[in-house]
């Protein structure tokens, strides 16, 4: 997946494509789940989050700037929509909701030791204040480089970086206590 493919599916989709919508939404429709459901911290309403986002889209297309990397502008628009709806419930994320997809190929063990280890990730990211939570989020989960999370943020660049470092330390720590406690 690449930048030349996702301006040409938007261009696409432009004309009148809605194949070509429906190729966006299937490339970016987990990556913004996970991000989304981090922000908010409620997987089911985090998806009506991305449905909103993929609407917001439709409704801007004409805002969408082909020289700009549709990666960057799609999770600009997830992350004011989670914005838009957190100032509208006055709500801060609590809690991170985990589902599990089944996967009948993996015995009960592996599915209850990767349940067990996701949970503590998500937990793990909960613990982070909201700015490190949200630029390590859009950087694992929206693939954004340092440079587009200071632009999307309205940081300056060596915060972005600062808040990822301190982030990942606090990640680390975090994990590493439940690590030695899971080995112990």
Do not use: W
């Amino acid at each position: 997946m690449n930048d030349a493919d996702d301006r040409a599916l938007v261009l696409g989709y432009k004309r009148g494509n809605t194949a070509a919508f429906e190729a966006l939404m299937n490339r970016y429709q987990r990556p913004l789940l996970g991000y989304v459901a981090g922000m908010v911290g409620d997987r089911a309403l985090a998806e009506d989050l991305v449905q909103e986002t993929f609407m917001r889209f439709i409704r801007g297309l004409d805002d969408y700037r082909e020289k700009d990397r549709f990666r960057a502008y799609i999770f600009t628009v997830a992350r004011n929509v989670a914005i838009d709806h957190l100032r509208r419930k006055h709500e801060q994320p609590t809690e991170l909701d985990c589902a599990v997809r089944e996967d009948s190929g993996k015995d009960p063990d592996c599915r209850a030791a990767e349940l067990q280890c996701r949970e503590a990730v998500l937990e793990a990211l909960a613990a982070l204040p909201a700015e490190q939570r949200e630029v390590i989020l859009l950087r694992f989960f929206g693939d954004l480089s340092f440079a587009e999370i200071a632009g999307q943020t309205g940081i300056p660049l060596g915060t972005a970086l600062g808040r990822s470092y301190y982030g990942l330390r606090k990640l680390r720590s975090l994990l590493g206590r439940f690590y030695q406690g899971v080995l112990q």
